[in-house]
T-cell receptor, first 113, second 114 residues
Framework: AQSVSQHNHHVILSEAASLELGCNYSYGGTVNLFWYVQYPGQHLQLLLKYFSGDPLVKGIKGFEAEFIKSKFSFNLRKPSVQWSDTAEYFCAAVMDSNYQLIWGAGTKLIIKP | EAQVTQNPRYLITVTGKKLTVTCSQNMNHEYMSWYRQDPGLGLRQIYYSMNVEVTDKGDVPEGYKVSRKEKRNFPLILESPSPNQTSLYFC?????????????FGQGTRLTVV
């Protein structure tokens, strides 16, 4: 079955540390990939998306992600995190088999000031 | 302003008392969907609708109903809520199918069933 997996459920970093959150999907066909962020008590906000073309995509708030087709991965990165990046991050995919959003379980990121 | 509006934002109810969570979008989107978010499980799709009068089950439809009588509205109905339906619910809409487009999400409805 198609699925999206996020490797870490909880990540704790200090301010200014570099961030990489892993995301893998299981599907051999065409996929669209997304990263969403949910700040405490708030709704989902799109960070970035990949449909096609340049596999390195840049999003809001200094985030970027790289689509590596051979690894079925779409990892989220940020060179230097801030306390305000404390949130839960979700990876999601749309696959051309059923055209529905499939979500990872989420990663809770805590940034220590 | 283009938006997806859910109401209510917060709801506490008792087991068995029918309730409806409304979702409305002003973007003339064909596709709408409901998700529930639970800790450690991410978001799971409850129902979706490709257009007016066209609805289909998602991954966790049990205990829920939906209707799509108008393009802009997609209410979620819990005929007899139970405590295991305590969750955070999100409605989303998209111009067509979700491929090569972005979904727009409502603010969420936090439901507690006691």
């Amino acid at each position: 079955a198609q699925s999206v997996s996020q490797h870490n459920h909880h990540v704790i970093l200090s301010e200014a540390a570099s961030l990489e959150l892993g995301c893998n999907y299981s599907y051999g066909g065409t996929v669209n990939l997304f990263w969403y962020v949910q700040y405490p008590g708030q709704h989902l906000q799109l960070l970035l998306k990949y449909f096609s073309g340049d596999p390195l995509v840049k999003g809001i708030k200094g985030f970027e992600a790289e689509f590596i087709k051979s690894k079925f991965s779409f990892n989220l990165r940020k060179p230097s995190v801030q306390w305000s990046d404390t949130a839960e991050y979700f990876c999601a995919a749309v696959m051309d088999s059923n055209y529905q959003l499939i979500w990872g379980a989420g990663t809770k990121l805590i940034i220590k000031p | 302003e283009a938006q997806v509006t859910q109401n209510p934002r917060y709801l506490i109810t008792v087991t068995g008392k029918k309730l409806t969570v409304t979702c409305s979008q002003n973007m003339n989107h064909e596709y709408m969907s409901w998700y529930r978010q639970d800790p450690g499980l991410g978001l799971r799709q409850i129902y979706y609708s490709m257009n007016v009068e066209v609805t289909d089950k998602g991954d966790v439809p049990e205990g829920y109903k939906v209707s799509r009588k108008e393009k802009r509205n997609f209410p979620l109905i819990l005929e007899s809520p139970s405590p295991n339906q305590t969750s955070l619910y999100f409605c989303a809409s998209s111009p067509r199918t979700l491929m090569n487009t972005e979904a727009f999400f409502g603010q969420g409805t936090r439901l507690t069933v006691v």
